[in-house]
């Protein structure tokens, strides 16, 4: 994640026009996934994924919460990063999410249900290897 992860979301909103003021308390935590890259300390694995999942707070305009994925190969906890670009894309996917939810007209409340930017979906990743997962006792986080 860049260090600088509060400055580009304060960013991003103002060029969205998204104020925090505004953001109702039940729709402030949004969460989205996106593409994160993970190097494994332990066994020096790299790998990366597009269900790197972010949960963002817009009133307080932080990250509240990255879920982690466990190495493949020795089984360690990880906290993915994500390239600026992709932090700023998933930023905009959580507005834009946000402003749906409140919408009383609107069915949709993810804007991120097919494939990664029109690209078909891909198949599920391990879900014994993801926090979103419940590590493979909970709910898919491929599924809604």
Not at 32 to 50: K, P
Not at 54 to 79: G, P, S, T
Not at 92 to 103: C, N, P, W, Y
Not at 117 to 142: A, D, F, I, M, T
Request: hydrophobic share 25%.
């Amino acid at each position: 994640m860049p260090v600088d992860s509060e400055d580009i979301i304060r960013e991003v909103m103002a060029e969205e026009g998204a104020s925090p003021a505004e953001i109702p308390d039940h729709s402030k935590r949004q969460g989205v996934r996106g593409y994160g890259q993970s190097e494994c300390e332990n066994c020096d694995r790299t790998w990366s994924t597009y269900r790197a999942h972010v949960v963002f707070d817009l009133q307080e305009q932080v990250v509240a919460k990255i879920y982690k994925q466990k190495c493949k190969r020795c089984k360690q906890e990880h906290v993915p990063s994500f390239p600026e670009d992709e932090f700023t894309v998933m930023i905009e996917k959580a507005i834009k999410q946000e402003k749906l939810f409140r919408d009383p007209n609107s069915t949709l409340r993810k804007v991120d249900e097919g494939g990664r930017r029109g690209r078909p979906q891909r198949p599920p990743h391990e879900s014994k290897l993801c926090e979103k997962c419940g590590y493979g006792n909970g709910k898919k986080c491929w599924e809604r």
